[in-house]
Structures are given as C-alpha cells and as structure tokens.
C-alpha cells in the first residue's frame, strides 16, 4: 500500500481532478496529501468525496497526489491541512518537531507484517531469520522492530539489511533477499494473485506492541484555529471508512469509480478491502477511528527506549514524550 510498486504516474494527477466535483466557489478548500498512488488506505476519503460529504459539509477537498515529499512534512509546513500518515511514521517527525496531530486511526492495528516466500521451509519463526538479508525502505524504525520481533521469537536479531525501496518486494520473490514487510492486505494479497505466496508473521504474535498503521494527521495550528472545518472534514472522512468497513464491496467500487482506469486488478481492490474491513478499520468496541493512549505509548515508547528517536536538535530523546498530546478524538462522530 503504502510502498506497493508504483503505478503509470500519468494517472497520480486524477485524484486532482476529484476536487471539481465538490462544493463552488464558496466552499473552504481544504488539501489532503496522500502518502502513495490510490489504494484501499484511502478508501473512505474517497467515499467521502464521491458521495458529496465533504461538499455537503461546504468543504472543497483538493487530493495531493503522492510526492516525494512526506506528507507529515507537508502538513506540518502548511502546504497541506491533512495527510495519510502512520503511527511509525509520525512518531518520528512528531518527536523531531513537525506541528501535527493525529485525528483518526484508518488502520487499527499493524498493516505490515514480516514476510518470507511461502516455499521457504527453513523459516517457520522470525528467529530463523537471524544471519538472513532484510530489504528494506530506510524508514529508523525499521532495523530496531525487526530486531526486537527476532528476539521476542528467540533469536539473536543478527541480520544484514539492504535498503531497496519497493524493489524489495521483487528482490523477495527472486531470492536476492531473506525476507521484508509488506501490507498484506495489499502487497500480500498481490503476491498471491501474481503466483508467488507469501509466508508471513505479525509481530503482535512474539510480543511486540501493536500500533495504528495508518492514521490521518492534521496540521495543529490550522486546526486550532478551524475547530468546526476540521470537525467537518474529519467527520465526514470518518463516515466513508465506516461505509468501507460495513459494506466493502461498495467501498472497493467507490475508489474504483473515483479513479477510472487506475487499477488494473479489480480483485486485488475488492480482497483488499475485505480484509481491511474484516481486520482492520473497526477497533475493538466496533467502531471507526478512535485512538488510545496505550496504543500509542505502547509503540511510540518503544521507539524512544531503543535510543532512536531523536527531537529537533537531532540528539537521542531520553524521557518519553506526552503521547497524550500527539493524538485526538476530539473531532471524531459520536
């Protein structure tokens, strides 16, 4: 999702294109940078769109197509008013200064999980993998959670990494790496229907804490200062993810629809969304989009005990941060 290989980029520009269809010139513009090329992490910001509740809410909702910049550095500068971001992610721009906070979780739990080719019968554990070759994205998080789960599952946490961006996943199906992490309810599932399965672990499975894969961040001061357009916004966001995690078929359609031609693989679209909505979009008591406390010390406090995490001057934080301040549930619906 996040890192799935990357599309025809003559196409990244129609999520522009999506923001003629809301609301006229009274409307307040509000920008969403997206983190990749459209996927089923998107779902319901496009529900959202087509289904005219952002206009309804008198909101013009422009989509930022996937740049190289992040889009926890574009909502911090203010080039945009709300991003996808993940918990990984943001909790090192968040400790490193950037001026955001995160006002829904899409994804309740881990997106990504350790993988390996399914045909690989010598690693049944992620403490097989010590000695192996891990392709990575350069993300800090990486080496240290990967460390941790080996070890967590009985191993040394000796590994050689090799940073290699989305080639990684095609670096695993050839062999040339051990193992990566992939979404699986995307890259996982494309693996499959492209006839090279994948045999993978959760890391919540040895003991490593959960975390808020996917979750929409907004720039603080803006919405300090727009609580009601940020409510609107927010709310109505909420609203599509629901309508994808309630009827999936219709919420996989509804992103096909507002990106004509994009996906090629209508069933990696629909299984996606499936497993999302299975899994992934409703927290424990059911519902879409709160966020705890826990969770979010649970993870981000981890990056900062493993001596990682640095703030704005660049050296290692050595007192966990108010985790209470990074999130809110302040502009959710009931």
């Known amino acids: 999702m996040a890192r799935t290989r ?17 609301g006229g010139s009274g409307d307040r513009t509000i920008r969403i940078a997206l983190d990749w090329t459209p996927n089923t992490n998107h779902t319901g910001l496009y529900v959202a769109q087509v289904q005219g509740w952002f206009a309804d809410a008198g909101l013009d909702v422009e989509f930022l197509p996937y740049n190289s910049t992040s889009p926890d550095t574009l909502v911090s500068s203010g080039a945009a008013e709300f991003g996808i971001s993940f918990q990984d992610s943001f909790t090192f721009s968040k ?17 990504t999980e350790i993988a390996v080719r399914a045909d690989r019968a010598d690693i049944v554990s992620p403490a097989d993998l010590d000695g192996a070759v891990y392709g990575g994205f350069g993300g800090p998080g990486e080496v240290p959670k990967m460390q941790a789960v080996i070890r967590d599952a009985g191993g040394a946490g000796d590994f050689e990494t090799v ?25 996982g599932i494309e693996a499959d229907l492209r006839g090279e399965p994948l045999k993978t672990f959760a890391y919540t499975d040895y003991g490593f804490p959960d975390a808020y894969s996917v979750v929409l961040i907004g720039n603080s001061p803006w919405l300090a200062a727009n609580p009601d357009d940020a409510r609107s916004f927010v709310q109505a966001a909420q609203r599509g993810y629901r309508l994808a995690a309630d009827d ?87």
């Open 6 to 22: 990357l599309f025809a980029v003559l196409f990244a520009a129609l999520s522009l294109v999506l923001a003629g269809c809301s």
């Open 95 to 111: 400790a490193a200064g950037a001026d955001i906070t995160s006002v829904m979780a899409v994804l309740q739990h881990w997106g």
């Open 163 to 187: 940073v290699l961006g989305t080639s990684a996943y095609e670096a695993l199906y050839s062999g040339d790496v051990d193992f990566t992490e992939p979404f699986v309810a995307w890259e």
């Open 248 to 334: 999936p078929a219709r919420g996989a359609q509804l992103l096909m629809d507002a990106n004509p031609g994009f996906f090629t693989e209508p069933e990696l679209v629909t299984r996606s969304q499936d497993l999302l909505a299975a899994e992934y979009l409703r927290d424990e008591s059911g519902d879409v989009g709160p966020q705890t406390l826990e969770r979010w010390s649970g993870y981000s406090g981890f990056v900062v005990d493993s001596g990682v995490l640095t703030g704005p001057d660049g050296s290692p934080l050595t007192e966990r941060p108010d985790f209470a301040t990074w999130f809110t549930n302040d502009y959710l619906a009931p």
